[in-house]
């Protein structure tokens, strides 16, 4: 089974409007760490926000924030505010107990395109 | 501070040689993970390395195969290269411990087989 799944390969958005991106996730572990990335044209992954799975509020990080409901085990980034630079990758991972031996495990992706 | 490097950074190789990447984490992490991205596509997990010793393995054949040095650099070698093998390689490195940590990537090599 997939550990990190997101549904949309790609996705549009007018600039100043806000996107949300969906990933949901597999585990059975109750501590795990959820995160997102980004990974414009030229190739390089920059970490964008973090959610522990015991973290009662959502994360916020500028205007990216992430939409955690466990009972569904889905941790969707909204950005809002589009800019034109947001065009990129999106891949969202987690993280389970690295003393057990896992790493981490990152989903395909969603291509977003900001619109002027 | 430095973040992870790789190099190269562009590498050139004709199928059945060999390829050789290397990797340098960030100073203080003693993980290094190793990602395969084809062109257009998700990462794929290839190895992970902590304290030197090989602490797991994605579903990819033994011609791909690396080691972690003494000082937590990491070099991932492919033997036989076939065209499939063309991609982007990710390197990343974290601290070993902690759910809150997350992985900083490199720039990646990008391995080009003719």
């Known amino acids: 089974a997939q550990k990190i799944t997101q549904t949309q390969p790609g996705m549009f958005v007018q600039e100043k409007e806000a996107v949300t991106l969906d990933c949901t996730y597999d585990?059975?572990?109750?501590?795990?760490?959820l995160f997102w990335y980004k990974q414009p044209s030229s190739g390089e992954m920059i970490f964008l926000i973090y959610?522990?799975?015991?973290?009662?509020q959502n994360a916020t990080e500028g205007r990216y924030s992430l939409n955690f409901q466990k009972a569904r085990k889905s941790a969707n980034l909204v950005i809002s505010a589009s800019q034109l630079g947001d065009s990129a990758m999106y891949f969202c991972?987690?993280?389970?107990?690295?003393?057990?031996?896992?790493?981490?495990?990152f989903g395909t992706g969603t291509s977003l395109t900001v619109i002027p | 501070e430095a973040g992870v490097t790789q190099s190269p950074t562009h590498l050139i190789k004709t199928r059945g040689q060999q390829a050789t990447l290397r990797c340098s984490p960030i100073?203080?992490?003693?993980?290094v993970y190793w990602y395969q991205q084809a062109l257009g596509l998700g990462l794929q997990f290839l190895l992970w390395?902590?304290?030197?010793?090989?602490?797991n393995r994605g579903n990819f054949p033994p011609r791909f195969s690396g080691r972690q040095f003494p000082n937590y650099s990491s070099e991932l070698n492919v033997n036989a290269l076939e065209l499939e093998d063309s991609a982007l390689y990710l390197c990343?490195?974290?601290?070993?411990?902690?759910?809150?940590?997350?992985?900083?990537f490199g720039q990646g090599t990008r391995l080009t087989v003719v």
């Open positions: 990343a490195s974290s601290l070993p411990t902690g759910l809150n940590t997350e992985a900083f």
């Open positions: 585990t059975s572990d109750q501590s795990y760490g």
């Open positions: 959610q522990g799975s015991y973290d009662e």
């Open positions: 991972a987690m993280r389970e107990d690295p003393l057990a031996g896992n790493q981490f495990y």
């Open positions: 100073s203080g992490h003693t993980s």
């Open positions: 390395y902590d304290e030197g010793e090989e602490r």
